[in-house]
């Protein structure tokens, strides 16, 4: 079983700041991955970053990166230069056991 | 990249009529997709997984019955809510899994509003 826990409902940052965005996960896997998801008001899911949990080097694509800590079972993402266009939805979710699990998802509001 | 498609993008029926969805792998081969249900404000909960040319796998609590997944091609697979009630209004996601992919990733389409009168 997998579970996914956001405990951050609502974020708001300043444009061009820097904001991370928490996570941490349950799953009794021991090859699993994971992935953070974007969801804007259209509500199209996009894939922002993945990790696979047996590297150990954190994921980065461009301004987003994670911070993997294996043995706490953490994965937050750090967003850099904040732009507007961020704002959305942020899920995290666990890939194992051939399913996708998601956590309840993180608001995150840009303030020009 | 990969492009899923979902038809309708919204439909809106009486209650005790059949709806379908489509959800089109349109540049990619999948073998495995998935439905998922979304209530407002919520995040997305996996009903069933599709395996092309076998039956759907569903979750705990899910009705398979009121719940119909077809899988017919590697491009194709649809979900048909029978006799929908008012509770059934959701907004419905479908994701595939590139066959020749990596990574384990899922594209999405982008999803059904199905409101039910």
């Known amino acids: 079983a997998q579970t996914v826990t956001q405990s951050q409902p609502e974020m708001s940052v300043q444009e061009a700041e820097t904001v991370t965005l928490s996570c941490t996960y349950d799953t009794s896997e021991s090859d699993y991955y994971l992935f953070w998801y974007k969801q804007p008001p259209s509500r199209q899911m996009i894939l922002v970053i993945r990790q696979e949990a047996y590297k150990q080097q954190n994921a980065t694509e461009n301004r987003f990166s994670v911070n993997f800590q294996k043995a706490a079972k953490s994965f937050s993402l750090k967003i850099s230069d904040s732009q507007l266009g961020d704002a959305a939805m942020y899920f995290c979710a666990t890939f194992g056991n051939e399913k996708l699990t998601f956590g309840t998802g993180t608001r995150l509001t840009i303030i020009p | 990249g990969a492009v899923v498609s979902q038809h309708p993008s919204w439909v809106i029926c009486k209650s005790g009529t059949s709806v379908k969805i489509e959800c089109r792998s349109l540049?990619?081969?999948?073998?495995?997709m998935f439905w998922y249900r979304q209530f407002p404000k919520q995040s997305l909960m996996l009903m069933a997984t599709?395996?092309?040319?076998?039956?759907?796998?569903?979750e705990q609590g899910v009705e398979k019955d009121k719940f119909l997944i077809n899988h017919a091609s590697l491009t194709l697979s649809t979900l048909t809510v029978t006799s929908a009630h008012p509770e059934d209004s959701s907004f419905y996601i479908c994701?595939?899994?590139?066959?020749?992919?990596?990574?384990?990733?899922?594209?999405f389409g982008p999803g059904t509003r199905l409101t039910v009168l």
């Open positions: 540049d990619f081969q999948a073998t495995t």
């Open positions: 994701s595939a899994r590139d066959r020749g992919g990596a990574n384990n990733e899922q594209f």
């Open positions: 599709s395996n092309e040319g076998s039956k759907a796998t569903y």
